[in-house]
């Protein structure tokens, strides 16, 4: 839960910034939330699926991770009602695009957020944070989805939108999770024995 309260925080920033100098300080802020995830070892859903060795039992602390994640980011969510910036209606317009966008483009494109937050979080293990501080403006200026980010935007989303178009809302969100988790493992596909 830590981790995704984290997330929600640095989404927080992000959409309370996303105006300045073209959305440019609010991407590098989010890095924040990666940054602290990977000093205090926090389970994020995206962080772990890359690195699970694909037993049965493992799927389901994943699932209990992306549960736990979300929770979090519903903490930060009822925050922002609190906060006199307008980052809810900014919350509402990225996902009026996701919903555009569809369930299949967007968890398409999901696949790039996976792959970038797996490779970032490789360097970092190995001592080097660059790829996180560059990897989180990377995926949000490509629009590659992230499933906690796009669970805060959608629990800091009025409920009058979410509930209008509740079906497509998580039909997307589910091909962004599955999308999140196959970038995630792509490198399994092209490096021997997963290294």
Not at 26 to 38: D, K, P
Not at 91 to 110: D, F, M, Q, W, Y
Not at 136 to 153: E, Q
Request: some cysteine.
């Amino acid at each position: 839960m830590i981790a995704g309260f984290t997330i929600g925080l640095a989404g927080f920033g992000y959409l309370s910034m996303i105006e300045v100098l073209n959305g440019v300080v609010g991407a590098i802020v989010f890095a924040f939330g990666l940054l602290t995830i990977v000093a205090y070892k926090l389970k994020l859903f995206t962080g772990t699926a890359g690195f699970i060795s694909m037993k049965k039992e493992e799927f389901g602390t994943l699932l209990l991770i992306l549960v736990g994640n979300v929770i979090g980011c519903g903490v930060v969510a009822l925050m922002t009602r609190l906060s006199p910036n307008d980052i809810n209606c900014v919350a509402e317009r990225i996902l009026t695009g996701r919903i555009v966008n569809g369930p299949l483009k967007s968890g398409i494109l999901a696949i790039g957020c996976g792959f970038i937050m797996t490779t970032a979080v490789t360097f970092a293990r190995k001592g080097n944070v660059l790829p996180l501080i560059f990897g989180v403006p990377l995926f949000i200026f490509c629009g590659f989805p992230h499933c906690l980010v796009d669970a805060f935007y959608v629990l800091t989303s009025p409920v009058s939108f979410v509930g209008g178009n509740a079906g497509l809302v998580f039909a997307t969100y589910g091909c962004v999770v599955l999308g999140n988790f196959i970038g995630c493992n792509l490198y399994r596909t092209v490096l021997p024995d997963g290294e």
